[in-house]
């Protein structure tokens, strides 16, 4: 992918941020198939990890892989290949693609508008219309990456603020839509993907912020030259022919009182060894070329740098290290809410835990239990209209199922101890 983001800035800045948007768009795609061989006992876990992985191969793709393949001079130049040009084009291009997408729907429209007319029955052409199936892990990793882009660019480019801000609206309002007119409703999971971006990669992206904006202050004005004392040798003055790194020609004018320039690495992240954090002091000696205010907003982000990483440190070792130190040795749990004469069963928008998989092909999710001892169906969760849940449930395709569920029921009524042999996983339910 850094390859594809590489070649396509020798083409143009505008075909690397196209470049970068199609990889957004194959990423979730590839994490998902990476997560399918691990093994997750709840849904939020694992959406938990496509999150994970999304999160950091963006971050990695939007933000780190244009700085790194644009030369150092070309960060704030005037070429049309510079780092700015192309740190705008990507936020024109990311704003842009998720709604386009979102209004688009091309593979949505494609079921519904071909294959679920050719569709050769009911049952199959539902499937066309089911709508699709979003992940909550990518939708987050879309806002944290538009988070993440903003803070490393801040101090080149502070416009940033501008354009994260009109993509955080578009993109709630491109979901909004989309969750109301596209897809599908998903499974029910808990607060794992909130507490991952509130607890650690909200903290990263404030550490990106001091950390390589005090590098961006350090390597002003990124041309990698320093004043010298000496005067200009008489043969260059007058006017000259010159080309830039944009293949522009102009022209030069020097007079006797200009000086020499000489080469003077300004770029603190390649230095040997690298110098952390990026302050004044760290110029090479003979090569110094900051201003004095320059020196004092690069020692003020680099020390600001520095407090951010102690505080982010501080809170990922309490809940890394500390909090599960706590639970070994101390009670922990707190109970939530109060009790009240209000039934579960009575609760329309809680439901029960069914033990079921969906199995592509199929509309509804297949149940795989007893659910002789349910006296509210509504706890499933969902219902086909028309059609029992017997109809959904495989425990019915094993020869015999009914009478061996009956004879099991009797067996246990007979004996307190119950020592009929469980085939299938039982819901039960007590209520009033």
């Known amino acids: 992918a850094g390859c594809l983001v590489y070649l396509a800035r020798k083409l143009a800045t505008a075909w690397q941020a196209v470049t970068i948007a199609a990889i957004n768009i194959v990423t979730p795609l590839v994490c998902k198939i990476l997560t399918k061989y691990e093994s997750h006992a709840r849904d939020g876990d694992l959406q938990a990890s496509i999150y994970i992985k999304t999160t950091v191969f963006r971050w990695v793709i939007t933000a780190l ?13 005037n070429a049309d290949k510079s780092l700015l040009d192309g740190v705008r084009a990507i936020f024109i291009a ?27 029955d009911q049952r199959r052409m539902n499937l066309h219309f089911q709508g699709a199936h979003y992940n909550l892990g990518e939708r987050y990793t879309e806002m944290t990456k538009i988070l993440f882009y903003t803070f490393f660019y801040a101090v080149l480019f502070p416009t940033g603020f501008f354009y994260a801000f009109a993509g955080l609206v578009v993109l709630y309002w491109s979901d909004k ?61 007058g006017t ?8 522009e020609e102009v022209k030069i004018t020097l007079s006797a009182d200009n000086v020499n320039m000489k080469f003077c690495s300004q770029d ?17 000696e003979g090569e110094e070329y900051m201003t004095l205010e320059q020196e004092r907003i690069v020692n003020l982000y680099g020390w600001l740098s ?21 639970n070994l040795f101390c009670h922990t749990y707190k109970p939530r809410g109060e009790a009240t004469d209000i039934g579960f069963s009575e609760v329309r928008e809680i439901f029960g835990y069914i033990p079921s998989i969906q199995v592509r092909g199929f509309q509804y999710p297949l149940l795989t239990c007893d659910l002789s001892g349910l006296k509210h169906t509504g706890l499933i969760g969902w219902k086909d209209p028309g059609v029992p849940y017997s109809e959904h449930n495989i425990i019915y395709d094993l020869p015999k199922a009914d009478e061996t569920l009956v004879t099991c029921e009797e067996e246990k009524s007979e004996s307190a101890e119950g020592d009929c042999t469980k085939l299938f996983s039982i819901v039960k339910e007590w209520a009033d």
């Open 240 to 247: 000259h022919n010159a080309i830039t790194a944009g293949d």
């Open 94 to 120: 990311e704003i842009w693609r998720v709604p386009l997408l979102a209004i688009l729907d091309i593979i949505g429209n494609f079921r519904r508008h071909f294959l679920g007319p050719r569709a050769p």
């Open 268 to 284: 603190m992240m390649r230095f040997s060894p690298i110098a952390f954090p990026a302050l004044s002091r760290y110029q090479k």
């Open 177 to 237: 839509f989309s969750l109301l007119r596209h897809w599908k409703q998903g499974p029910a999971i808990g607060d794992q993907i909130s507490e991952l971006s509130r607890s650690y990669f909200f903290g990263l992206a404030l550490l990106a912020y001091g950390i390589f904006g005090s590098y961006h202050w350090a390597g002003f004005p990124f041309d990698n030259s320093c004043v010298t004392t000496e005067v200009i040798s008489e043969e260059y003055i």
């Open 65 to 77: 892989a244009p700085a790194i393949v644009t030369p150092f001079a070309d960060t704030a130049s």
């Open 306 to 326: 520095i407090a951010i990483l102690a505080v982010v440190a501080v809170i990922f070792l309490r809940r890394l290290v500390f909090n599960g130190l706590r």
